[in-house]
T-cell receptor, first 116, second 110 residues
Framework: EAGVVQSPRYKIIEKKQPVAFWCNPISGHNTLYWYRQNLGQGPELLIRYENEEAVDDSQLPKDRFSAERLKGVDSTLKIQPAELGDSAVYLC??????????????FGQGTRLTVV | ELKVEQNPLFLSMQEGKNYTIYCNYSTTSDRLYWYRQDPGKSLESLFVLLSNGAVKQEGRLMASLDTKARLSTLHITAAVHDLSATYFCALIQGAQKLVFGQGTRLTINP
């Protein structure tokens, strides 16, 4: 079974430029997460989707970040314009509904963004 | 707001030794996850702990959960170099939100 696929793996851009990341979750997973991981820290949630609905975007900087999940499958995360502080690894994860039976979230390999 | 704290944040140890990583959390949660992350790689799920007193073991790693103390431990037995990685604990807040600790960077020296 294919895992969570993200692209690109690496991206270097100049500040003020736009950038987009793409995520293809595990087939059948209704929940999709975007996390940001700064160097030496744990992942922090940016946005969570249930199917095509963004149900938790409280930590998404909406002035420059946007996300979409068309048809409840693939998702894109966009930053426009990028700032130096946006340099981080952006992780996508997907899961079935996390129930008490031990369902877990599976992570993609991430996109390492460097803003110069 | 759920807070998750791990300690130590950095751990350097010799092969063959035993050690424990601690994960404390601030509010009730009924599920705790342990993940491993190798440098430049994504997170790999190790354990899911669902109830008070739960204990799970895989090879040289054993995880336990004490929901009354709001504490989980990840115990490493007779460490080997291949276990060098960063280990994260994470808990569910509300519905479906995974909240991570800061991570423990483990280095095992031959």
């Amino acid at each position: 079974e294919a895992g969570v696929v993200q692209s690109p793996r690496y991206k270097i851009i100049e500040k003020k430029q736009p950038v987009a990341f793409w995520c293809n979750p595990i087939s059948g997973h209704n929940t999709l997460y975007w996390y940001r991981q700064n160097l030496g820290q744990g992942p922090e949630l940016l946005i969570r989707y249930e199917n095509e609905e963004a149900v938790d975007d409280s930590q998404l900087p909406k002035d420059r970040f946007s996300a979409e999940r068309l048809k409840g499958v693939d998702s894109t995360l966009k930053i426009q314009p990028a700032e130096l502080g946006d340099s981080a690894v952006y992780l996508c994860a997907s899961s079935d509904y996390l129930q008490g039976d031990g369902t877990e979230a599976f992570f993609g390999q991430g996109t390492r963004l460097t803003v110069v | 707001e759920l807070k998750v704290e791990q300690n130590p944040l950095f751990l350097s140890m010799q092969e063959g030794k035993n050690y424990t990583i601690y994960c404390n959390y601030s509010t009730t949660s009924d599920r705790l996850y342990w993940y491993r992350q190798d440098p430049g790689k994504s997170l790999e799920s190790l354990f899911v702990l669902l109830s008070n007193g739960a204990v799970k073991q895989e090879g040289r790693l054993m995880a336990s959960l004490d929901t009354k103390a709001r504490l989980s431990t990840l115990h490493i037995t007779a460490a080997v170099h291949d276990l060098s990685a960063t280990y994260f604990c994470a808990l569910i807040q509300g519905a479906q939100k995974l909240v991570f600790g800061q991570g423990t960077r483990l280095t095992i020296n031959p």
